[in-house]
């Protein structure tokens, strides 16, 4: 009888693996250490007048802010005395970071396969270079 129930309830656990699975949205596959120029520019561009759309441009803002706040950090835990790449202005937003982001992207098709965030700092580094 144990073994009838086990069975049941593992065929069960399958089932509802199975159908979580298909249920899957493309939103769920996102795994930022895989993410290319690509797709990150691909949500960027997503439309704003439908809700799939605008989660995927707040992904792209909440990305690219990410990657604006570490630079942050890093120029300020740095020791060296050399002069900082980026100066990045803290009246910005997400959205204007993401908009100097797809301006750049859409220029250099050419590296789009690579990591977003480096050519996030590509952009950033272009647009924001210090003085």
Known sequence: MKIIISSIFM??????????NENETENDKIFPQQLTAQELLYYCASSKLTPTG???????YGFVSGVE?????LKGQSTHSKKPL????KEKTAYEYARDFKQYANR????????AALIVMKALEEKYQCK
């Open 11 to 20: 065929l069960f656990i399958v089932s509802v693996n199975i159908n979580a």
């Open 54 to 60: 605008r989660e995927k441009r707040k992904y792209c």
């Open 108 to 115: 250099m098709k050419g590296e789009l396969n690579q990591p």
């Open 69 to 73: 706040e570490t630079e942050r950090y």
């Open 86 to 89: 980026i100066c990045l202005p």
